[in-house]
């Protein structure tokens, strides 16, 4: 994943809104909803949330008050917030295998500024940090569990041998609190993938235990891109997030004009979630790691629980561009945007 350095102040000129000091702790105080001061309930469900986040309606709020907090909490993005998911793990090398080493456990995952959910995650980031394979590679993952309940890890959608599927009494025995199991394989499939819990899935995943895979082919092919960019999806306890974060604590995508952008968008959650892209045409050149034989163009790229996409986006249009969920509940309120949204920033 490539790491983008954009101060607040420099997208807010971008955006055209001068940095308004004091404005948004003095302001949320006042008109704030419930579930903008208490995090979700862990274990809630994305039903619950779904009704939860739109049940708000601005009737207990002007216009005047309802337009001020869309601002207030454009203002405060990019958020800060601690954690940062999706960082490539670098693995050890012993002899001609690459050892990645991953251990399950509970931490406080601030999602966005001062809400801090329990989750369950890989090496204490949601998503787990980025597992990254050359096709041919050898690889060992030795999974640690320090959760109170057993879990395991599935490899989705490696070719691994099937013993290393990771489905709790179909090929493995689960991963107890306390244990650890080794997974050996050679990367055989080439493109974007995921690794989750498929113990207790519903649970576990969305509570955080997810990450993405990238498998490089070994014949170097790719789209011309200068950045590749990670998006991952997920909706459960931790509210409807991009990369473990909800807006404003979303990171913006930030290009130079002509640059070519990868997006290796994903869906760990349990809802689908049409991602929209204002401005920038995306091309869809791989679904679930295979590479289309007839690439096409959308603007909005619908992605189901599991799927991946491989959209191409030419940032030849400058400006600050939104890009979030279409399910309007996971993006918009009365409060202003949350949750599912970030931008795209084509900076001359
Ligand atoms: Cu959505």
Redesign the pocket.
Known sequence: MVSHKTTRRNLLKTVGIAAGAGLAASYLGACARKEDTKPAAAGGTAQEMASQQSSGTSGELTPDLIDKAHETVVKQFPAKTEGEGCLPLEPKIDGDVKVFELTCKEVDWEVKPGIKIKAWTYNGTVPGPLLRFKEGDKVRIVIKNELPESTSLHLHDLRVPNKFDGVTYVTNPPIKPGETQVYEFVATAPGSHMYHSHHNAYEQITRGLAGGIIVDPKDGRNYGETQDIMIL?N?GALG?TINGKQFPATKPIVAKKGEIVRLRLMNT?Q?????HLHGLPMKIVEIDGFPLANPWMCDTISLNPGNRYDAIVKADNPGVWAFH???L???ESPQGMH??VTVFIVQE
């Open positions: 999806l909706d409807y959650g809802l689908y979630h049409p991602f969920c279409h399910v509940t996971h993006a949750s599912m």
